[in-house]
């Protein structure tokens, strides 16, 4: 049963930068696509990024690009979200979930929630004005 943890989040100001990490239990990066999403207060939970099972990843959030970079450390079973120049507004609770890749597709990568089944607990990311 593949279980995941995010950590990293906490309160950041203004243009600064966070890392975000998901650890995997019971089964290998290898096998998964990862998927970061975001919940801002009042909101729908959105789809930010994606890696695939493969190594590849998808931004869906235009705003992210070149400032949000997903890498992945195989010998820690855990992907990362680093997130630089932050801005207010991306105020949320920062989630991943994973997708079996056998099931979805080695290259895979989805936007939608209900598109993976497992999901970690949440991160709170605060950035301040």
């Known amino acids: 049963q593949v279980q995941l943890v995010e950590s990293g989040g906490g309160l950041v100001q203004s243009g600064g930068s966070l890392r975000l990490s998901c650890t995997a239990s019971?089964?290998?990066?290898?096998?998964?696509?990862i998927g970061w999403f975001r919940q801002a207060p009042g909101k729908e939970r959105e789809g930010v990024l994606c890696?695939?099972?493969?190594?590849?990843?998808?931004t869906y959030i235009d705003s992210a690009v070149g400032r949000f970079t997903i890498s992945r450390d195989h010998a820690k079973n855990t992907v990362f979200l680093q997130m630089n120049s932050l801005k207010p507004e991306e105020t949320a609770v920062y989630y991943c979930?994973?997708?079996?890749?056998?099931?979805?597709?080695?290259?895979?990568?989805?936007?939608?929630?209900?598109?993976?089944?497992?999901w970690g607990q949440g991160t709170q990311v605060i950035v301040s004005s």
């Open positions: 890696v695939n099972s493969q190594g590849i990843t998808t």
């Open positions: 979930a994973a997708v079996d890749a056998g099931k979805s597709g080695p290259y895979y990568c989805g936007k939608g929630i209900n598109e993976y089944d497992v």
């Open positions: 019971g089964a290998t990066l290898e096998s998964l696509s």
